[in-house]
């Protein structure tokens, strides 16, 4: 039968015989790192299942409400099941949250006052979050309303203990922890780590509230932050936890009473969540949240696939393709500007949506270069299908995630090293 599949990649796709062959070897060697992910896989959806069947989920919930959307019940059960999942006390699940950045704004703002200090234990934050944080100049910033921020860089070998020990004042009201990398060359925060460094702040100063950043983590894990002492957790769900499917939103999972003044600031004070309508999109919601453990599961197949394809091709990557995965993205250091371009090219030239755009750097707002992006999604801007992007300045790393399932993240991929090959920019 593969003799099929290798017709299909040659007359629709324009893949060699060469690439074609290459790939076979690459997923030959791989194979035996896809049973892990597949195990994380399976009790992840074991997971889902049980909170929603815990919560009696029943297709009334599916309902659309709309103007205040008082008596949401299946908003209300939307959030039970997210709290269930994350193992937390309450939930925040909206559509009105319209990104993660936009998630992890309200849950500072609404955990924050002026003269409380925001602590950074592990560096730069994302470079959306700069402007939110006031570390680039903004209009509303936290440091506009009288909000300061510090960070300890982390070291080659993990956290600055001692250094964030230091850090920590009478001041000090929260901890804002970015699991993934970002646009940064370091390692993904384990969950592991997270409890670690949660522990150690919590002995020095008991009563701050510590929050993830955990986009591009969900169910790449057995479990999640909020299971080893974060007092929340934050994501989009038009990444992980959205499957692909949900159109929108983010969530904010974690204590309910930061959870409530997370809600308190999306919303109106004496409002919280008793008011937003859900708009009928429930459903796409709660299956996406359904489908998330096998859509990640895909994701991740794909990450080792090119980790293993560029390691052979002398390129340096992180994590490496025999390494453990906390996060979905997979960084390729591309060594030169041409390299970026053709291969982000050959990402979009294997999308199902805009297939024949040819994507060039711009400027984009909240990033201090102009950055490259390939993403044909049905979700625009979902980073759960696959998609790479780049800022465009040295090392010229290349930040590849997602893939609805591990056929397409694989073709997406193949597609991008041939690209790479016609442009006579790499050999196989």
Known sequence: MHEFVDEILRRNFGLSNEVIQFCKKIEKEIEPYFNEVDHIAEYNQLKILAAMQKNHLSDIHFAATNGYGYNDLGRDTVENIYAEVFKA????????????????????????????ELLSPVGKPYDTLEGVIGIRKMKGSLKEYGVTYKQVDLLEDGFDYKGIENAITPK???????????????????????????????????????????????????????????????GSLIKNPGGGIAPIGGYIVGKE????????RLTAPGLGKEVGASLGLNQPILQGLFFAPQVVSGSLKGAIFAARIFEKLDFTVSPASCEKRNDIIQAIQMKK?????????????GSPVDSFVIPEPSDMPGYDSQVIMAAGAFVQGSSIELSADAPMKEPYTVFLQGGLSWHHAKLGIMIALQNMMDKKLIHV
């Open 337 to 349: 500007p041409e390299n970026v371009i053709a291969f982000c090219q050959g990402i979009q030239k």
């Open 172 to 234: 000090t009201k929260m901890v804002t922890i970015q699991r993934s990398k970002g646009y940064l060359w370091r390692p993904t925060l384990s969950v592991q780590q997270i409890k670690e460094l949660i522990a150690f702040i919590k002995k020095i100063k008991n009563d701050v509230i510590c929050m993830v950043d955990n986009c591009y983590g969900e169910f790449v894990d057995y479990i999640e932050p909020s299971e080893v002492g974060a007092d929340l957790v934050v």
């Open 89 to 116: 006390e309450s939930g925040l699940v909206r559509p009105q949250l319209v990104s993660g950045t936009h998630a992890l704004t309200v849950a500072l703002f609404g955990n924050l006052r002026p003269g409380d």
């Open 257 to 264: 009473e930061y959870v409530e003044n997370a809600a308190i």
